[in-house]
């Protein structure tokens, strides 16, 4: 039995130094690069650099700046902040003060007003109530979403005049304000605010 597995053990010797020995003389070397970078499957553990570059000379590439990059001044036509387009001479009403915009970005908080067709009658307003702090903001233009959906259809069923409770982001497009919704409830007459 002895003899047996050493015979064995010299056959696989023997076969193991033949393969090496046939296999000595060749080398691998990659296939050759293609014309355009190709896809390699996920795990075919090789990657493609058509360009030749090295991953760190790549990066400085993306992280140089360009010159003629330059980011958007404001010009004097868009400057934030202004005067309300419809506010003073461009009121309805003689001798209305002029307001002034609210910045963009505003947050409006559990603010209380009405909602109402704009005189074109094509968008929606919302008018703010007087609570005492902030008695001159003009009315803002609400961009369509669900909640005005869900405003207008209490404003179409109901035969009163509904005052809403609103939360919303505040925007700011040639001198209007627009509000992004974000929550309203109907206030009820009950309510009242001292």
Known sequence: MRITSLAIAAVALFACCT???????????????????????????????????????????LLKPTSDAR??????????????????????????????VMREGTDIVNRVGRLTRSADGEQWEFTFESDGRTLLDP???????????????????????LRFRITGEVTEYRGRNYILLRKASVVSDAVKQF
Do not use: C, F, H
């Not at 400057?79 to 003689?94: F, H, I, K, L, R």
């Not at 961009?143 to 069923?157: A, K």
């Open 139 to 161: 009315p803002v233009i609400v961009l369509p979403n669900l909640t005005l959906m869900l405003m207008e259809s209490n404003v179409t069923g109901s035969s009163r005049d």
């Open 71 to 100: 980011p958007l001044q404001p010009t004097s036509a868009v400057q934030s902040g202004g005067a309300d387009a419809t506010s003073g001479a461009a009121a309805v009403a003689p001798g209305a003060p002029v307001v002034n």
């Open 19 to 61: 393969w090496i020995s046939r296999a000595g003389g060749q080398t691998t070397r990659p296939a050759a690069a293609p014309d355009r970078a190709e896809a390699i499957p996920a795990g075919a553990g090789a990657t493609t650099r058509p360009t030749g570059k090295s991953a760190e000379e790549m990066l400085n590439q």
